[in-house]
């Protein structure tokens, strides 16, 4: 009880969504915006309990206009398994949604139109959030599966590759299908600036991932995965080989042979406190 408490302290609703809501009152309109509202704040309350449950540090929950999104303070360090579940955890609520207005509309207690209406709009949140475009969750699984076999920096800058030709896409069919259709283009314009301001925040994202990681934030690096470096490479390429949910030791090579082991913390420690920005990694193996 105290963490559902909590979770509802973080909501916070954007000042266009009361000017939408007014006018859905004003347009007899307030019962169709007012279902897709609970929807989406239903999924996100199912990202934010999926967090909670682990212990994720929750920024706020915050209803837009078109949408909803759950800010997490976690920067990729998290294992994979348990971002994996709060990503899901949002579209999976869709499920017991239409099981619910199915059994409802069975026993007779809601009207065919309403059911309709509600099934439709679950189906549409359900179906447009697992596109493969970022932010929406189908970008983050994308995310989390290149994850598996990348370094987080090429992982991060597929992702968004992948998502600017998916939405690029999207926006050709919407353009042939449908292209009067107002609601539609205010959110796919929304997911253009939020693509173009994630590609613009990637170097500071990926500090971000290896900050948390220097200073602790580690639990889920269950797999050892040695990372072999050439006693010429620069400090911040090595780094850049770092990937979600492993263990990195560092084998320093000379002319194909080893040289050296370093641990990660150590290139981390010369890179944030040392600052150690230029230096090669045969500089730290004499070093430590």
Known sequence: MNRAIQLLRLI??????????ALSIATAHFLEVSLLLGIIFIHEMGHAAAASFFSWRIKKITLLP?????????HG?????????????????????VSLAYGLFSLHLIPEDLFRLFISYNVMI?????????????????????????SFPNAHRLTLIISFFSLLLFSLIILLAAPTHI????????????????????????MRFLLERYYGKK???????????DEQDLLIHVLEKFQRGCKHPIIVEAGGREKGQLDENELLHAYFTEKRLTDKISDLLFSY
């Open 12 to 21: 916070s609703i954007h000042p266009l969504l009361w000017i939408i809501m």
């Open 66 to 74: 078109f949408g909803g999104v759950a800010e997490m303070d976690e």
């Open 77 to 97: 360090n998290r294992p994979l398994r348990e971002e994996t579940i709060v990503v899901i955890a949002g579209p999976l609520q869709h499920v017991w949604m």
């Open 126 to 150: 359900f179906v447009f959030n697992l596109f493969p475009v970022w932010p929406l969750d189908g970008g983050k699984l994308v995310f989390l599966l290149l994850s598996l076999k990348n």
């Open 183 to 206: 609601n539609v283009w205010v959110v796919i314009a929304f997911l253009y600036f939020s693509l173009y301001h994630e590609w613009k925040q990637r170097r500071f994202i990926f």
């Open 219 to 229: 639990s889920g690096l269950r797999a050892l995965k040695p990372i072999q470096a």
